[in-house]
């Protein structure tokens, strides 16, 4: 009786680790709803093309990605975040605190973000200080900061259109929204003498809409609601510029070249980051970073160029490439 209880134990026991092990054959991945359609593909092309299963992707902002990811190591915490912002020092700290601390940072390219609408409407000509006039909480009016009374386009600028102001965009969890007002939001308001520093409070009275982490929803909004703007990812625009055009910032059209040279106001760059500390556990995961930063997908002529990436000098490229491929740990003074 005794040998039989043990043989049952170790059995149990065997399976219980085999199918411990065949669960982490599954990559699990989150992060940036920007980041989402690049990952998507490659998780994809890594399913198809490897004998692992495709790894499990969630579009959850790039702060609710990092929040997960800093949870702690082992089951139940992602393997992979995407963001589309840089990892903030106090995410980081998080990290190390619950014991993530060995972490590889991966650039993979740039995106610009966009104030785009339906192109049933003529394309608009708006500056960093038009936008913000639109959608900071305080503005100023005649030399005093007031709480924002612009419900007209027109009345930021008589040359703009006689239009409702209406703007879909990002939460509070977004990389999207992170990069909108440090880009925007800071940018206008430093060269604004009515502010002692930097302002990123954004209204409350409804003419901004918090329209979630999909950008594909705030891009349906806008067929039904044309006379709003949404605020997301270039990537966004240029696979639906059969229904939608955008606004030129600072006189400057969001096209690729803008965006990688710089031209582009608001542009940014996407990441990814690595949990290295999963590896031994999750098999497959560096054979899906490898790929996600080979040429075939981030090079000048790869797949996800053809999806809206804007992809990175060939010698950042490579810099970038051979920091993955060493596993290099990340340390905060990167962030500083």
């Given at each position: 009786?005794?040998?039989?209880?043990?043989?049952?134990?170790?059995?149990?026991?065997?399976?219980?680790?085999?199918?411990?092990?065949?669960?982490?054959?599954?990559?699990?991945?989150?992060?940036?709803?920007?980041?989402?359609?690049?990952?998507?593909?490659?998780?994809?092309?890594?399913?198809?093309?490897?004998?692992?299963?495709?790894?499990?992707?969630?579009?959850?902002?790039?702060?609710?990605?990092?929040?997960?990811?800093?949870?702690?190591?082992?089951?139940?915490?992602?393997?992979?975040?995407?963001?589309?912002?840089?990892?903030?020092?106090?995410?980081?700290?998080?990290?190390?605190?619950?014991?993530?601390?060995?972490?590889?940072?991966?650039?993979?390219?740039?995106?610009?973000?966009?104030?785009?609408?339906?192109?049933?409407?003529?394309?608009?000509?708006?500056?960093?200080?038009?936008?913000?006039?639109?959608?900071?909480?305080?503005?100023?009016?005649?030399?005093?900061?007031?709480?924002?009374?612009?419900?007209?386009?027109?009345?930021?600028?008589?040359?703009?259109?006689?239009?409702?102001?209406?703007?879909?965009?990002?939460?509070?969890?977004?990389?999207?929204?992170?990069?909108?007002?440090?880009?925007?939001?800071?940018?206008?308001?430093?060269?604004?003498?009515?502010?002692?520093?930097?302002?990123?409070?954004?209204?409350?009275?409804?003419?901004?809409?918090?329209?979630?982490?999909?950008?594909?929803?705030?891009v349906q909004r806008l067929q039904e609601d044309t006379g709003a703007f949404g605020i997301f990812g270039?990537?966004?625009?240029?696979?639906?510029?059969?229904?939608?055009?955008?606004?030129?910032?600072?006189?400057?059209?969001?096209?690729?070249?803008?965006?990688?040279?710089?031209?582009?106001?608001?542009?940014?760059?996407?990441?990814?980051?690595?949990?290295?500390?999963?590896?031994?556990?999750?098999?497959?995961?560096?054979?899906?970073?490898?790929?996600?930063?080979?040429?075939?997908?981030?090079?000048?002529?790869?797949?996800?160029?053809?999806?809206?990436?804007?992809?990175?000098?060939?010698?950042?490229?490579?810099?970038?490439?051979?920091?993955?491929?060493?596993?290099?740990?990340?340390?905060?003074?990167?962030?500083?």
């Amino acid at each position: 009786m005794n040998r039989i209880l043990k043989t049952t134990v170790i059995a149990a026991a065997v399976m219980s680790v085999a199918g411990v092990a065949q669960a982490r054959d599954q990559i699990r991945i989150v992060g940036s709803s920007t980041v989402y359609p690049f990952a998507s593909y490659v998780t994809e092309e890594f399913g198809a093309t490897t004998n692992y299963p495709t790894p499990v992707i969630e579009s959850t902002g790039s702060g609710g990605g990092l929040r997960l990811f800093c949870n702690g190591v082992g089951e139940g915490t992602p393997d992979i975040t995407n963001a589309s912002r840089r990892m903030k020092v106090v995410e980081f700290e998080r990290c190390a605190e619950n014991g993530v601390t060995d972490i590889t940072e991966a650039k993979i390219g740039s995106d610009g973000i966009v104030l785009g609408q339906s192109n049933t409407n003529d394309v608009v000509a708006l500056t960093r200080e038009d936008i913000f006039k639109a959608v900071a909480a305080m503005v100023p009016v005649d030399g005093e900061l007031v709480e924002n009374p612009y419900t007209n386009w027109s009345e930021i600028d008589s040359s703009l259109p006689d239009r409702e102001i209406s703007i879909y965009g990002p939460p509070t969890t977004s990389g999207t929204r992170d990069a909108f007002e440090e880009l925007v939001m800071e940018s206008a308001s430093e060269e604004m003498d009515a502010y002692e520093e930097a302002y990123t409070d954004i209204r409350s009275d409804g003419v901004y809409i918090d329209a979630g982490e999909n950008d594909n929803l705030i891009v349906q909004r806008l067929q039904e609601d044309t006379g709003a703007f949404g605020i997301f990812g270039y990537s966004f625009l240029e696979e639906n510029l059969n229904t939608l055009n955008a606004a030129t910032i600072d006189g400057v059209e969001p096209e690729a070249e803008a965006i990688s040279s710089g031209d582009y106001p608001v542009a940014r760059s996407l990441w990814f980051y690595v949990k290295n500390q999963h590896a031994d556990d999750v098999p497959p995961m560096y054979d899906y970073v490898d790929m996600f930063m080979s040429e075939m997908m981030i090079g000048s002529d790869g797949y996800l160029r053809d999806i809206g990436l804007i992809v990175l000098p060939e010698g950042e490229r490579e810099e970038w490439r051979e920091k993955v491929a060493d596993r290099t740990k990340m340390t905060v003074d990167v962030l500083k």
